[in-house]
């Protein structure tokens, strides 16, 4: 005969026994889940602020510019999407280039020569999220 004041813990006990594994599979289970394709919300929210979602075929200045760029008998060329001073800017580097690269705002305006930042400071400051376009 079990005396009534073990009971309780003779149930915490077998119900601390069942509870631990079934909790420990839980967690296990929902760390493990992830969506088949992850978006970096700092990636989607610059794009966003961009009012596209895919810079390649919805910005018109943009795909021309690559069609230029498919057009160039040789060289590395890249495009890159980059975040500078928490806006988006597009920076094209071509091996034939001078100065070493471009860099455009989300409406195509080439914002070295047109609002004076410099090629170097962007370099040094901005934060490369993706590469767009690429070809050698």
């Known amino acids: 005969m ?24 839980l967690l ?5 889940c992830t969506p088949n394709e992850q978006i970096d919300p700092e990636f989607n929210d610059l794009l966003m ?8 075929k919805d910005l018109e200045w943009l795909n021309e510019l690559i069609r230029e760029l498919d ?26 280039n001078a100065p070493p690269g471009f860099i455009y705002d989300c409406n195509g305006v080439d914002m070295i020569r047109n609002n004076g930042i410099s090629y170097q400071n962007f370099v040094e400051r901005s934060q490369v999220l993706e590469v767009l376009y690429e070809r050698q």
């Not at 602020?49 to 390649?56: I, L, M, N, Q």
């Not at 057009?71 to 034939?96: H, M, N, T």
């Open 2 to 25: 079990i005396w009534p004041e073990k009971q309780p813990a003779i149930h915490c006990l077998i119900n601390f026994k069942m509870k631990y594994p079934v909790s420990v599979f």
């Open 71 to 96: 057009d160039a008998p040789a060289g590395y060329r890249v495009i890159k999407l980059a975040r500078y001073e928490s806006k988006p800017y597009f920076l094209v580097q071509a091996i034939w």
């Open 28 to 32: 296990f289970f929902c760390l493990s």
């Open 49 to 56: 602020s961009c009012h596209v979602e895919d810079p390649v």
